[in-house]
């Protein structure tokens, strides 16, 4: 925060779980933020509420039909209101200190993309955007002189305990993962997972793609994906770690075998701060963490068998190409399909490697431009759907 001006931000998802974490990191600095967007999918009314209760000028949600609710809803507050992709990639580019971009899947890698444009500072929650297209993302920053600062809290814990040092002094990264509401089940146990079953993160409450994820273990997949791009350290240096209290996030081994280890209460509200300060300090608004409380820290290996989308992940980072691009859009429509009850859960990862390894999606070179990656995932998400109808 320069001086008494406030620090401009906008949030692209503010509905979301990641939405509500920005807002009660601006609630509890009221002084310090001025909010100029906000954006949303298709709820106008938790929009609008937002919007009202953060004091944005503008507000866009994706779907169309919901302009008039959205207008009607922000009647007297002197908020613009406006609707549909284009709106919403306009509240990515107003000018801001910091855009969070929050939106869920590939949904958000245009909006992210049109915030890097305008040379803005990216806090990064969105990471399939960096999965899907991040070779073409981190060279539409660079020829923009934008900032991106990783949200997902392994990435920013990383981010935090390098402390600047150059890459050339780290050896590995270290990621950890609670594993899932299905750390301790077993293989048969998992195939037969329901819904419900699938919905239960034991220490996280997130928008339910991420959950899905979180229980077949792809999220952990997609942000090995994520780290590899944005600290640009090759696969066999990243690393999983089972660690289910989740209070350490990321953990960095030096050249010289020192250790450094992010820890925090597992709560998104503290990168939140973190980005949206950086690189001062604000309220987190969230409780100490406390080791005597929690007493022990326990690690155990990541299992590739019981959770076969580590694997996948591996492979796809290893087959560069478009191999994540096309792991990405298979899995943001396998999910989706158990979300609605229309596959059953090893159906998921069974969708995606069906996928990957088509002929046709394995041999395509990686995506040269966002638009490239664009046109990749459309195309993996036909082949995905066909997949699907076969199997549903
Ligand atoms: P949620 O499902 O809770 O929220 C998603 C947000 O995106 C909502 O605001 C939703 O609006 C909005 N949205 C969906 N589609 C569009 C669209 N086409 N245009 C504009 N807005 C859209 O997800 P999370 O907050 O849990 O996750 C958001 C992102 O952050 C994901 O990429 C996730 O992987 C990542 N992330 C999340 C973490 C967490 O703890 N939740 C941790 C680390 C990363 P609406 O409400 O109207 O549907
Ligand atoms: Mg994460």
């Not at 989740?246 to 980005?275: E, K, W, Y």
Request: proline share 5%; net charge negative.
């Amino acid at each position: 925060m320069v001086g008494a001006v406030p620090v401009t931000v906008s949030v692209l998802g503010a509905t979301g779980s990641i939405g509500k974490s920005a807002a009660a990191v601006i609630g509890a600095n009221k002084d310090r933020y001025r909010v100029e967007a906000v954006a949303g999918g298709s709820n106008p009314q938790e929009l609008a509420r937002v919007a009202r209760q953060l004091g944005a000028r503008f507000a866009a949600i994706f779907d169309q039909a919901a302009y008039p609710a959205l207008k009607e809803a922000l009647a007297g507050s002197g908020i613009t209101a406006a609707a549909g992709a284009g709106a919403v990639c306009e509240a990515a580019a107003r000018p801001a200190d910091r855009v969070v971009a929050a939106i869920t899947g590939i949904a958000g890698l245009a909006p992210t993309c049109a915030a890097l444009a305008q040379g803005s500072t990216v806090a990064l929650a969105n990471k399939e955007a960096m999965v899907s297209a991040g070779a073409a993302v981190l060279k539409l920053a660079a020829s923009h002189g934008a900032t991106i600062l990783p949200l997902d809290s392994e990435h920013n814990s990383l981010f935090q305990a390098m402390g600047g040092a150059p890459m050339s002094t780290v050896a590995r990264l270290t990621l950890t993962a609670s594993g899932g509401p299905f750390r301790l089940w077993s293989a048969e146990a998992i195939a037969g997972a329901t819904l419900a079953e699938a919905l239960k993160h034991p220490n996280f409450a997130m928008g339910s793609k991420i959950t899905i994820d979180s229980a077949t273990m792809m999220n952990k997949g997609l942000e090995l994906i994520e780290a590899q791009h944005l600290f640009g350290l090759p696969e066999e240096r990243i690393d999983v770690l089972v660690h289910p209290q989740q209070m350490i996030h990321g953990l960095v081994t030096f050249t010289d075998g020192s250790v450094n280890a992010g820890l925090a209460v597992p709560d998104m509200r503290v990168p939140m701060a973190h980005c949206l300060a950086w690189p001062e300090r604000c309220d987190s608004a969230t409780p100490a963490l406390d080791l005597i409380r929690i007493g022990r820290l326990d690690f155990e290996a990541p299992d590739e068998t019981r959770f076969p989308a580590l694997r996948l992940a591996r492979e796809a980072m290893r087959a560069n190409g478009a191999v994540p691009t096309v792991l990405n859009a298979a899995n943001e429509v396998a999910v989706a399909a158990f979300l609605n009850s229309r596959i059953g859960f090893a159906d998921i990862v069974k969708i995606v490697e069906t996928v990957m390894i088509m002929p046709a999606m394995a041999d395509l070179p990686a995506p040269a431009s966002v638009e490239d990656a664009v046109s990749i995932d459309s195309e993996a998400r036909l082949r995905a759907g066909e997949v699907l109808s076969r199997l549903s």
